[in-house]
């Protein structure tokens, strides 16, 4: 491997580090981090369910009884999942995720 291979190898590591890390400590200190991704995450949900993810009664429900941490939400960001501004042709993306649970799960009971 050349100087300049082991150059940008090394590059392309710190900032993979570097960008992990910000992400982490944004999540793990702002409360609004993702706030903007439950935007989409929510009514996709909803749109599994065979609901109206642009209806925000229904996108309300689904965040309530799928949200491990409503109860923790800080009153502002409470109705901001429920409401979708975004195109129809985003829920084609975000349906993958929406299978997926939010946030971590353990395997022990």
Same mark, same amino acid.
């Given at each position: 491997?050349?100087?300049?291979?082991?150059?940008? $190898?090394?590059?392309?590591? $710190?900032?993979?580090?570097?960008? @992990?890390?910000?992400?982490? =400590?944004?999540?793990? /200190?702002? @409360?609004?981090?993702? @706030? #903007?991704? *439950?935007?989409?995450?929510?009514? @996709?949900?909803?749109? =599994?369910?065979?609901? #109206?993810?642009?209806?925000?009664? #229904?996108?309300?429900?689904?965040?309530?009884?799928?949200?491990?941490?409503?109860?923790?939400?800080?009153?502002?960001? *409470?109705? /901001?999942?429920?409401? #979708?501004?975004?195109?129809?042709?985003? $829920?084609? $993306?975000?349906?993958?995720?929406?299978?997926?649970?939010?946030?971590? *799960?353990?395997?022990?009971?």
């Amino acid at each position: 491997m050349t100087k300049a291979q082991s150059s940008g $190898l090394l590059l392309l590591v $710190l900032g993979s580090v570097m960008f @992990a890390s910000l992400g982490y =400590l944004c999540e793990h /200190f702002f @409360a609004s981090s993702l @706030a #903007d991704f *439950r935007s989409v995450y929510y009514p @996709a949900r909803c749109l =599994l369910q065979h609901t #109206d993810p642009y209806q925000q009664s #229904d996108v309300l429900r689904v965040f309530q009884a799928e949200s491990v941490d409503y109860a923790t939400t800080p009153e502002m960001l *409470r109705g /901001f999942p429920t409401i #979708d501004v975004y195109p129809p042709t985003i $829920l084609l $993306l975000a349906i993958p995720f929406a299978m997926l649970p939010w946030g971590p *799960r353990t395997c022990y009971g």
